[in-house]
Nanobody, 124 residues
Framework: QVQLVESGGGSVQVGGSLRLSCAASGYTSSSGSMGWFRQGPGKEREGVAAILPFGDNTYYADSVKGRFTISRDNAKNTVSLQMNSLKTDDTGLYYC?????????????????WGQGTQVTVSS
């Protein structure tokens, strides 16, 4: 059974930084893409970033390019999201996702496995 457990969420002020981590168990993380999604208050869940199995390609939502960095460690079965220069619009529940084999990375339907989420709150 695949399990994804996120950590690292919290409350920060505008301009601050947070680092999210996701630990995967129950399968070989190198067998599929890993990614992060978020859901803000009253909004749909949206793709934030994704990384291919061997870290050779990364993808980002336009809203986070230049501020967020996704990385993975296949030996430890983890994926991380470094978030800098945070804005109030970055507030939301951040989900780790894994297992995508094909399809658009930003389409949540292409991701079979999900964590429970970790809350990020950015205040002004």
């Amino acid at each position: 059974q695949v399990q994804l457990v996120e950590s690292g969420g919290g409350s920060v002020q505008v301009g601050g930084s947070l680092r999210l981590s996701c630990a995967a168990s129950g399968y070989t993380s190198s067998s599929g893409s890993m990614g992060w999604f978020r859901q803000g208050p009253g909004k749909e869940r949206e793709g934030v970033a994704a990384i291919l199995p061997f870290g050779d390609n990364t993808y980002y939502a336009d809203s986070v390019k230049g501020r967020f960095t996704i990385s993975r460690d296949n030996a430890k079965n983890t994926v991380s999201l470094q978030m800098n220069s945070l804005k109030t619009d970055d507030t939301g529940l951040y989900y780790c996702a894994s297992g995508r084999q094909a399809g658009f990375w930003w389409n949540k339907s292409n991701w079979p496995y999900w964590g429970q989420g970790t809350q990020v709150t950015v205040s002004s």
